[in-house]
């Protein structure tokens, strides 16, 4: 899988946008970009996931530019429930089926 | 069900006993992966099952770890002797089998947060 970069930690306040860049110079033709969402003490949830250009859902967009070594994390108008660490996933999921997570990007919103 | 169960939510061993773990997996869900929250926010995969036969076992620590799919009953985890460095959360993680669209997204569980004294 293709080792990813992203910040330690993020602070924002309500009602900001926040984005989170990770870096993935190694990515090959066959991966995707996935991330997920951890809030305390919980499991990683799934957000959102894409292969090029953008991607939106209700939660998050994706952007990913047309070389695609790296995407950018968009969370609208943030609250306080969005605190959570983020992580960025690379991977061919159709032959390698195991997630590897990195550090991830813990996010903390403040009122 | 509709979401991925674990047991016990907590469990405190002292070093040497033995510790079990369970999962129930989404219903309909072909694949279940075990994985070991050690620090904060390292992730590190244990493994994975194709219903009840074993898909990728690379991440086992084979001495102490041992791991079942069986038939009609949840997953398990279990570690024989347990060791000071194993206290971490472990997570269960479910999916179906890859669509074309979505690749292999994985539904967690809450995990089991093991303590060995």
């Known amino acids: 899988l293709a080792k990813t970069t992203q910040p330690i930690s993020m602070d924002s306040y309500e009602g900001q946008e926040v984005n989170i860049t990770c870096s993935h110079n190694?990515?090959?033709?066959?991966?995707?970009i996935t991330w997920y969402q951890q809030f305390p003490s919980q499991g990683p949830r799934f957000i959102i996931q894409?292969?090029?250009t953008k991607v939106t859902n209700e939660v998050a967009s994706l952007f990913i530019p047309a070389d695609r070594k790296s995407s950018t994390l968009s969370l609208p108008r943030v609250s306080l429930s969005d605190t959570a660490v983020y992580y960025c996933?690379?991977?061919?999921?159709?032959?390698?089926?195991?997630?590897?997570f990195g550090a991830g990007t813990t996010v903390t919103v403040r009122a | 069900g509709e979401e991925v169960a674990q047991t016990p939510k907590h469990l405190v061993r002292g070093e040497g006993q033995k510790a079990k773990l369970y999962c129930a997996p989404i219903?309909?869900?072909?694949?279940v992966f075990w994985y070991q929250q050690v620090l904060k926010n390292e992730f590190k995969f244990l493994i994975s099952?194709?219903?009840?036969?074993?898909?990728?076992e690379t991440g086992m620590p084979k001495e102490r770890f041992s791991a079942k799919c069986l038939p009609n009953s949840p997953c398990s985890l279990e570690i024989q002797a347990t060791k000071l460095e194993d206290s971490a959360v472990y997570f269960c993680?479910?999916?179906?089998?890859?669509?074309?669209?979505?690749?292999?997204?994985?539904?967690f569980g809450p995990g089991t947060r093991l303590t060995v004294l």
């Open positions: 099952f194709q219903n009840e036969n074993v898909f990728d």
């Open positions: 219903k309909g869900h072909s694949y």
């Open positions: 996933l690379v991977g061919d999921l159709s032959n390698d089926y195991k997630l590897s």
């Open positions: 993680a479910s999916s179906h089998s890859g669509t074309q669209t979505l690749h292999n997204e994985q539904f």
């Open positions: 190694n990515i090959a033709t066959n991966d995707y």
């Open positions: 894409g292969y090029k």
